[in-house]
């Protein structure tokens, strides 16, 4: 994995002389150890939250909302730009004729 970006943070003395002391019992270096601790956070907060099961029920609930036109048109998604454009017209030439 190439590493390209930067996040610095302060700690208390004492985390930070832990930290250093389970690097180098454990991991070659403090920043590998921390790289460990936040993907296995981040994959254990996942989960505890239930994010796939939470995206499943938002994708369901919009899914409720999307619709499709019936129109019997086929052309009416490429055509939908200019009757939008032949509409206002249409309004705007009402509008001046009053």
């Known amino acids: 994995m190439n590493?390209?970006?930067v996040?610095?943070?302060r700690v208390d003395p004492n985390l930070k002389s832990a930290l250093e002391q389970v690097a180098r019992a454990?991991?070659?270096s403090v920043a590998q150890l921390l790289d460990?601790?936040?993907?296995d956070w981040l994959q254990e907060s996942s989960s505890l939250n239930?994010?796939?099961e939470?995206?499943?029920r938002l994708h369901s609930a919009a899914q409720e909302c999307f619709g499709t036109l019936s129109s019997g048109d086929p052309d009416l998604a490429t055509l939908a730009k200019e009757r939008v454009r032949q509409?206002?017209?249409e309004r705007h030439a009402?509008?001046?004729a009053h």
Do not use: A, H, L, N
Not at 36 to 39: F, L, Q
């Open 3 to 5: 590493k390209t970006e």
């Open 94 to 96: 009402r509008t001046r």
């Open 7 to 9: 996040y610095s943070w």
């Open 50 to 52: 239930g994010e796939d």
């Open 54 to 56: 939470q995206q499943q």
């Open 26 to 28: 454990e991991q070659p």
């Open 36 to 39: 460990s601790i936040v993907r």
């Open 87 to 89: 509409k206002i017209r």
